[in-house]
């Protein structure tokens, strides 16, 4: 029997080196403010602070997401933009080595025409303490300088499944191309975009919306979309109460209230099948045209936070592209969000569909 072919995805969005730092609670102090859930980690100036490790990885949005759908058995490419540097080809090795095509890396040339002239590739520097939620200095560099000719619309030719991560800075601006080009070409169009991109790109972000078949938010990232989402939608049902036999969390911000249920079907009225919420421990939503369904965080123990959201947003894309439907789609997705956060690393943990499944469903 012939093997069926492989559905094709492209990743779009960061790619970055990543220095992470795990510090003990102990030794680094954590203050939390009594009238909010906000809290810092405190640095003394001048002193050296004794990590009980230093890894270096690469990472990013789109490399994050690229490596989870590779192994999820997908045929990948990354379309990412990088320096002329040894940065660079870090990344590069390492989307070689996850059978990851690099037929769609740009790179910022500091002798050419590229307006970027001599960016170099992005980097991270994480410090992870306490509840191991990473405090995070980012040189974006590289990744905020996508152009118009770097995503043309042949980068999207024959293309299954394109998912597009957080665009920074004026790559950000490319995000309505991006999208419209991949729907042209025929694919599946998964979007998760940061905060920053949805405050500051609000309009061409909501005119992008018929174009995008599955959204994927924080909790944050939806709270902060509220008051641009009412404007953009209506006053008239701000305050309405859940619906019966809906649940879920609502969304208040200075002044502006929705239940969950009411937000995801105002976004899915501007285009998309699918809106996902993701709220760490208390699990995720995921609405469809048959209502909203919640499913619980995986309990498992947390050595670091960074790449969940990568790790759910691009499991959960895969999944639907292949035909599960919701509770499915979004258990997988958990289970992979999970197997990352027990690992420091935005990639160590994730899973091939195998022992995916087996997890899930076994």
């Given at each position: 029997m012939t093997a069926l072919p492989r559905l094709k995805a492209i990743t779009v969005g960061s790619a970055t080196v990543d220095i992470i730092a795990t510090v003990a609670s102990d030794d680094i102090e954590r203050?939390?403010?009594h009238n909010s859930t906000t809290s810092f980690l405190l640095l003394e100036p001048g002193r050296k602070v004794d990590a009980s490790s230093v890894i270096t990885q690469t990472g990013g949005?789109?490399?994050?997401?690229?490596?989870?759908?590779a192994r999820l058995g997908l045929d990948v490419s990354a379309l990412v933009k990088l320096g002329e540097d040894h940065n660079a080809e870090k990344i590069i090795d390492r989307l070689s080595q996850e059978g990851i095509g690099t037929n769609l890396v740009r790179t910022c040339r500091g002798d050419g025409p590229d307006e970027a002239g001599g960016e170099t590739t992005a980097v991270s520097v994480m410090i992870a303490s306490h509840d191991r939620n990473a405090a995070i200095f980012t040189h974006r560099g590289a990744n905020g300088f996508l152009t118009e000719a770097d995503v043309a619309p042949q980068a999207f030719a024959g293309a299954d499944l394109v998912y597009v991560t957080n665009l920074s800075n004026d790559s950000a601006n490319r995000f309505p191309s991006i999208v419209s080009h991949a729907k042209a070409a025929g694919a599946f169009v998964a979007v998760n975009p940061g905060i920053r991109q949805l405050t500051r790109k609000t309009d061409p972000f909501f005119d992008s919306l018929r174009h995008v078949d599955l959204l994927v938010c924080n909790y944050e990232e939806a709270r902060a979309l509220v008051p641009a989402?009412?404007?953009?939608t209506g006053w008239e049902r701000q305050s309405a109460p859940l619906l019966e036999g809906e649940t879920g969390p609502c969304l208040e911000i200075e002044g502006f209230?929705?239940?969950?249920?009411?937000?995801?079907?105002?976004?899915?009225?501007l285009g998309p099948r699918y809106v996902a919420v993701t709220h760490g421990a208390n699990g995720s939503y995921l609405a469809d045209d048959t209502g909203l369904h919640?499913?619980?965080?995986i309990q498992t123990q947390v050595l670091g936070t960074v790449g969940a959201g990568d790790a759910f947003a691009s499991t959960l894309a895969a999944a639907l592209v292949r035909g599960e439907d919701s509770p499915r789609a979004t258990l997988l997705a958990a289970h992979n969000a999970a197997s990352v956060v027990r690992h420091v690393d935005a990639q160590g943990g994730l899973m091939t569909l195998d022992a995916l499944k087996k997890a899930a469903f076994e």
């Open positions: 203050m939390t403010l949005g789109a490399v994050n997401a690229a490596v989870s759908l989402l009412v404007n953009r209230r929705l239940s969950l249920a009411d937000y995801t079907r105002r976004l899915m009225d919640h499913q619980s965080a």
